[in-house]
């Protein structure tokens, strides 16, 4: 079975700081590919980052990147200098060659002024 | 153009009503899908149709029920409503197979029953 574990319900950072956001997964799968998907209070779900399990480089996307750690089977996702307009619901997934996306129960990011 | 358009963004109805909720994508995708996001912003799957066929029926009430008339469409009707059903609905799709592996989202249905 595949899961997803967001440890952190609820974060906070100041505006202009860094902040990491922690999620774990589980699968025996060896090719597949992990997302992060924020959410802000307009209910969009916006793809942040994607990150494939073979390759071994840490995506980046302007501000955001992964830490993504194939044998701890971990991603983590880092917000530097982080915007007000950060402020959102954080979801991991992951999927493989099958049909799922399978989400974690999601992180609430504040950024505070 | 938007990517995946789904209507009504606001539903509000009265319990035991009917309703449908229609998600239509332009991206050209094979692979459709219904979340349902509940209060705590917790992310159900529901159904996935490929190609207008299901592959994806997870516990679900009979009382959903969604129906595929082509690969660009994917339509949630809903018999008999209760509050329960009280949520955020989602449509997504994806193109299975390419490299470049990603979900589309609709900008959601607010569903609320009275």
């Known amino acids: 079975a595949q899961t997803v574990t967001q440890s952190q319900p609820e974060m906070s950072v100041q505006e202009a700081e860094t902040v990491t956001l922690s999620c774990t997964y589980d699968?025996?799968?060896?090719?597949?590919?992990l997302f992060w998907y924020k959410q802000p209070p307009s209910r969009q779900m916006i793809l942040v980052i994607r990150?494939?399990?073979?390759?071994?480089q840490n995506a980046t996307e302007n501000r955001f990147s992964v830490n993504f750690q194939k044998a701890a089977k971990s991603f983590s996702l880092k917000i530097s200098d982080s915007q007000l307009g950060d402020t959102a619901m954080y979801f991991c997934?992951?999927?493989?060659?099958?049909?799922?996306?399978?989400f974690g129960t999601g992180t609430s990011l504040t950024v505070i002024p | 153009d938007t990517a995946v358009s789904q209507t009504p963004k606001y539903l509000v109805t009265q319990m035991g009503n009917d309703k449908s909720i229609k998600c239509e994508q332009n991206?050209?995708?094979?692979?459709m899908y219904w979340y349902k996001q509940d209060s705590k912003k917790f992310l159900k799957i529901m159904f996935s149709y490929n190609n207008k066929e299901l592959i994806i029926n997870e516990t679900v009430p009979n009382r959903f029920s969604p129906k595929s008339p082509d690969k660009a469409h994917l339509n949630l009707h809903i018999n008999s409503l209760e509050l329960g059903d009280s949520a955020v609905y989602f449509c997504?799709?994806?193109?299975?197979?390419?490299?470049?592996?990603?979900?589309?989202f609709g900008s959601g249905t607010q569903l609320s029953v009275l």
């Open positions: 699968t025996s799968e060896s090719n597949y590919y």
């Open positions: 991206l050209g995708h094979d692979t």
């Open positions: 997934a992951f999927t493989y060659t099958g049909n799922q996306f399978y």
């Open positions: 990150q494939e399990a073979y390759k071994q």
């Open positions: 997504a799709s994806r193109l299975r197979g390419l490299s470049n592996e990603k979900l589309f």
